[in-house]
């Protein structure tokens, strides 16, 4: 159980925490914890990210996108697909 001071803290830094992910919703714990302490709130990260889960929010960031072709890549075409290879060094 929390004692009384770290629980009266908590509840002090959720709203701070929601306001700042409702301005900056592609921000991750890190910055959160950057925009506290420039607010003068000396917390720590892990505290900010099980708050975090708590309130069901994450940042907000694209995936990458690695399966994507290139589209300027030259597909070279597949020389051997009707050729048995039946013994060593044929192909």
């Known amino acids: 159980m929390l004692p009384i001071g770290l629980f009266a803290k908590e509840i002090e830094l959720r709203p701070m925490i929601n306001e700042i992910h409702l301005q900056y919703p592609c921000i991750d714990s890190r910055r959160i914890?950057?925009?506290?302490?420039k607010k003068g709130h000396n917390v720590n990260r892990k505290r900010i990210v099980r708050i975090m889960r708590?309130?069901?929010i994450g940042a907000i960031c694209p995936n990458p996108k690695t399966k994507q072709a290139n589209k300027a890549r030259k597909v070279y075409p597949y020389l051997l697909r009707d050729i048995e290879v039946?013994?060593?060094n044929q192909a």
């Open 86 to 88: 039946t013994y060593p």
């Open 33 to 37: 914890r950057t925009e506290l302490v």
């Open 54 to 56: 708590d309130m069901v």
